[in-house]
């Protein structure tokens, strides 16, 4: 048999909705045997069970700590470990492991063979940036504490950013991974990634999920591999975190017809999507528990509807809810959701006649969690422009509006384009109780980056830290940069 290399095949897709999406897929000719194998062609290792419950955590010289299955105290995270503090994150309901971390915004490196601390040191608002080696894919990027996944050209980089201030953080390779993933999204614990598609239908797609190991010193991170079938035809798809570990898959075709996905996901796996009703000119913006929220900019009014139980065979769509606070919006926005289902949604909000311009970036705490409404409540301006200085429907969350993570369910980091000067990005933090900007007395807790607004392609969080990711390293090996940033430290 003739083995046929993966070749991109790209697909063309509403623009409206390109904007208003978590993540997208192309298509790829596939070899079912590449799935075994890796870009160099070599066999890769057994990653372990196929049950979705691998070690994930390699050989780090055993567990750092106990590690159950599901935590309600911090008390079921104690680890004798020097470095270690251990702490159970409730919406996880999972072990984290804080490492060197004596105190808030100060860290120290961890001598690993004496499992000792060294002296610890501050750390500011913006705690480090570091290179990634190489650009990064858009809105490919997944944080689960300590770890951060991102994509590149030549596949999955997992970073070790247990310390903030680490300005070189070690990595470890993803195993098992028989693709290069077009979009990832973290959900809980687990990293859900997907590939592309071919067939006329029913197809067969590429999927795979990481469930990260808690263990900061793992020195690989396993990825369980599928090539599902699949009832649509080879299409472009989002993938959307959901409730409870799982992901949701969204078809970029007429009704988004949806499936979920859940682990374990095994050989031979076949993904049913059911097709929703959405109504006239909504697309596909956020997930909030197993509700799939589609959003529209109707004579710039904005405009938002739930679909219960997207992804399962009886999705229902609810009635549709205007934001009458946010006036005249753009069409250009981000979105952002935190694991336990609130959504964030920000815009640019318009002003004047006959010449419209963009007078504000304007942020709302759209959805409190997996079981609440949409909310109309009121927004908050997060970067306001001078009159008639930016214009109608203009990129000032950039080109792939991703500069948006929530860093709990009722803080969210977001970078728009900076008021100063359209070629730098400010970053700042907005709070849900009580309702505005994070400050120092009266002055926003604001960080100026010296890159245009439209080289970020990226942002994720993860136990109350922030990470932002630009393409923004140019010359002969073009790079990414990453931004960490923690809200509880002064600039």
């Given at each position: 048999?003739?083995?046929?290399?993966?070749?991109?095949?790209?697909?063309?897709?509403?623009?409206?909705?390109?904007?208003?999406?978590?993540?997208?897929?192309?298509?790829?000719?596939?070899?079912?045997?590449?799935?075994?194998?890796?870009?160099?062609?070599?066999?890769?290792?057994?990653?372990?069970?196929?049950?979705?419950?691998?070690?994930?955590?390699?050989?780090?010289?055993?567990?750092?700590?106990?590690?159950?299955?599901?935590?309600?105290?911090?008390?079921?995270c104690k680890t004798d470990h020097g470095?270690?503090?251990?702490?159970?994150?409730?919406?996880?309901?999972?072990?984290?492991?804080?490492?060197?971390?004596?105190?808030?915004?100060?860290?120290?490196?961890?001598?690993?063979?004496?499992?000792?601390?060294?002296?610890?040191?501050?750390?500011?608002?913006?705690?480090?940036?570091?290179?990634?080696?190489?650009?990064?894919?858009?809105?490919?990027?997944?944080?689960?504490?300590?770890?951060?996944?991102?994509?590149?050209?030549?596949?999955?980089?997992?970073?070790?950013?247990?310390?903030?201030?680490?300005?070189?953080?070690?990595?470890?390779?993803?195993?098992?991974?028989?693709?290069?993933?077009?979009?990832?999204?973290?959900?809980?614990?687990?990293?859900?990634?997907?590939?592309?598609?071919?067939?006329?239908?029913?197809?067969?797609?590429?999927?795979?999920?990481?469930?990260?190991?808690?263990?900061?010193?793992?020195?690989?991170?396993?990825?369980?591999?599928?090539?599902?079938?699949?009832?649509?035809?080879?299409?472009?798809?989002?993938?959307?975190?959901?409730?409870g570990d799982s992901a949701l898959l969204?078809?970029?075709?007429?009704?988004?017809?949806?499936?979920?996905?859940?682990?374990?996901?095994?050989?031979?796996?076949?993904?049913?999507?059911?097709?929703?009703?959405?109504?006239?000119?909504?697309?596909?913006?956020?997930?909030?528990?197993?509700?799939?929220?589609?959003?529209?900019?109707?004579?710039?009014?904005?405009?938002?509807?739930?679909?219960?139980?997207?992804?399962?065979?009886?999705?229902?769509?609810?009635?549709?809810?205007?934001?009458?606070?946010?006036?005249?919006?753009?069409?250009?926005?981000?979105?952002?959701?935190?694991?336990?289902?609130?959504?964030?949604?920000?815009?640019?909000?318009?002003?004047?006649?006959?010449?419209?311009?963009?007078?504000?970036?304007?942020?709302?705490?759209?959805?409190?969690?997996?079981?609440?409404?949409?909310?109309?409540?009121?927004?908050?301006?997060?970067?306001?422009?001078?009159?008639?200085?930016?214009?109608?429907?203009?990129?000032?969350?950039?080109?792939?509006?991703?500069?948006?993570?929530?860093?709990?369910?009722?803080?969210?980091?977001?970078?728009?384009?900076?008021?100063?000067?359209?070629?730098?990005?400010?970053?700042?933090?907005?709070?849900?109780?009580?309702?505005?900007?994070?400050?120092?007395?009266?002055?926003?807790?604001?960080?100026?980056?010296?890159?245009?607004?439209g080289s970020f392609v990226a942002a994720?969080?993860?136990?109350?830290?922030?990470?932002?990711?630009?393409?923004?390293?140019?010359?002969?090996?073009?790079?990414?940069?990453?931004?960490?940033?923690?809200?509880?430290?002064?600039?």
């Amino acid at each position: 048999m003739t083995r046929l290399s993966p070749r991109t095949v790209m697909v063309v897709c509403s623009s409206a909705l390109a904007l208003l999406v978590a993540g997208a897929s192309c298509s790829l000719d596939l070899d079912e045997s590449l799935i075994d194998r890796s870009d160099g062609g070599d066999t890769l290792p057994d990653v372990g069970p196929q049950d979705g419950t691998g070690d994930g955590g390699g050989d780090s010289g055993g567990p750092v700590g106990p590690e159950p299955a599901s935590c309600t105290t911090d008390d079921a995270c104690k680890t004798d470990h020097g470095c270690l503090k251990g702490k159970c994150d409730l919406t996880r309901k999972s072990c984290v492991y804080d490492v060197c971390r004596p105190s808030a915004c100060n860290a120290a490196a961890c001598e690993q063979n004496a499992r000792t601390c060294g002296a610890s040191a501050p750390y500011k608002l913006k705690a480090s940036q570091f290179n990634v080696g190489a650009q990064i894919a858009a809105r490919s990027a997944a944080a689960v504490h300590p770890w951060l996944f991102v994509v590149t050209a030549t596949g999955v980089v997992a970073f070790n950013v247990s310390n903030p201030a680490n300005q070189t953080p070690p990595q470890a390779p993803v195993v098992g991974l028989g693709f290069i993933p077009n979009a990832l999204v973290q959900s809980g614990s687990r990293v859900w990634m997907l590939g592309g598609a071919t067939g006329g239908g029913p197809s067969r797609i590429q999927l795979a999920y990481v469930d990260v190991p808690a263990d900061p010193f793992a020195t690989k991170i396993a990825a369980h591999t599928v090539l599902a079938s699949y009832n649509r035809p080879a299409e472009g798809a989002w993938l959307f975190p959901r409730g409870g570990d799982s992901a949701l898959l969204v078809s970029q075709a007429a009704q988004f017809p949806s499936v979920e996905l859940e682990a374990p996901l095994n050989e031979p796996a076949s993904l049913t999507a059911t097709a929703l009703l959405p109504p006239q000119n909504f697309g596909p913006s956020a997930v909030s528990g197993t509700r799939l929220l589609l959003s529209a900019v109707v004579n710039q009014a904005a405009s938002f509807v739930f679909i219960d139980d997207a992804g399962s065979a009886n999705p229902t769509t609810g009635a549709a809810v205007n934001i009458a606070d946010a006036g005249a919006v753009s069409f250009h926005r981000t979105f952002a959701q935190s694991p336990d289902g609130a959504i964030f949604w920000a815009t640019g909000v318009h002003q004047g006649a006959p010449v419209t311009t963009t007078r504000a970036a304007r942020g709302y705490f759209l959805v409190p969690g997996a079981n609440g409404p949409i909310e109309g409540n009121a927004g908050v301006d997060i970067e306001v422009y001078d009159a008639d200085t930016v214009g109608a429907n203009a990129a000032i969350f950039g080109g792939h509006q991703a500069t948006a993570a929530m860093l709990d369910s009722k803080t969210v980091m977001i970078a728009t384009q900076a008021h100063e000067n359209d070629q730098q990005t400010a970053v700042q933090f907005v709070r849900r109780e009580p309702l505005g900007l994070v400050k120092d007395g009266d002055v926003p807790r604001r960080q100026l980056l010296p890159s245009p607004i439209g080289s970020f392609v990226a942002a994720t969080a993860s136990n109350g830290v922030g990470y932002l990711v630009a393409n923004d390293q140019g010359g002969q090996t073009p790079s990414a940069t990453v931004y960490v940033f923690d809200p509880a430290c002064a600039p």
